[in-house]
């Protein structure tokens, strides 16, 4: 798959760049990349939600009436579930949400968000720049110059360019990530991939050095 390549200024370059089928043309994977952006969440969550059982919640153990005699059910101490300030039954308590995922799936679900985003003629080629100083307006401007200001876009750099990463960061729904940190998530949430020219070929030899499943 060819695109061209644009300048910062919304131009077009006269050169063109060929994304290879074996990361940008595969047939995606559906469950794969659910897995995948399941696990992304999953790994995201605290998990510090906490709920008082009987025996941790302060209250006397005293019998409320007698048991028998009054026409109703025996009723225990006030820290029974069925009052009000009493217990929780079956309440949350803390634990981790994160599980595994084999390396080649989550290879095949990256490469299949980006099939879906090459198909869906998504993605847009950037020549390499840089910016001298921090500046939201710069990074405003470009996104303008490339028609993808107010829609959710995702930069991927060949490596971490501060500056930009500085200059995106109070700009809404825009982010920057490198080619090593790509993941699914990112991928499928974002409306346009504005891929640098240079980090290309990281993402290819990322993506291709590791067979799939």
């Given amino acids: ?42 790994n995201k969550r605290q998990g510090t939600h906490s709920s008082l059982e009987k025996s941790q919640i302060s209250g006397t153990t005293r019998k409320l009436k007698r048991q028998k005699g009054t026409g109703g059910a ?11 300030g009493g217990a929780r039954v079956f ?34 080629v950037l020549e390499d720049f840089k910016f001298e100083e921090i500046a939201t307006k710069q990074y405003q401007t470009l996104l303008n110059n490339l028609q993808v200001a107010g829609k959710r876009t995702l930069m991927v750099t060949a490596a971490s360019e501060q500056t930009i990463v500085l200059s995106s960061r109070n700009i809404q729904k825009a982010k920057v990530t490198t080619a090593a940190s790509l993941n699914t998530y990112d991928i499928l949430n974002a409306a346009n991939l504005i891929i640098l020219e240079s980090s290309i070929k990281e993402i290819e030899n990322i993506h291709s050095s590791t067979q799939t499943i």
Avoid: C
């Fill in 91 to 124: 309440g949350p308590h803390p634990r981790d949400y994160s599980f595994k995922l084999n390396k080649k799936l989550k290879v095949l679900a990256r490469k299949s968000a980006l099939s879906y985003k090459a198909k869906e003629n998504n993605i847009i």
């Fill in 1 to 42: 798959m060819e695109l061209v390549v644009y300048k910062i200024d919304g131009s077009k370059t006269s050169r063109k760049v060929n994304l290879e089928d074996a990361v940008f043309g595969i047939e995606p994977n559906d469950h794969a990349i659910y897995l995948d952006v399941k696990q992304h969440q999953a």
């Fill in 74 to 84: 025996r009723a225990g101490s006030m820290k029974s579930p069925l009052f009000s």
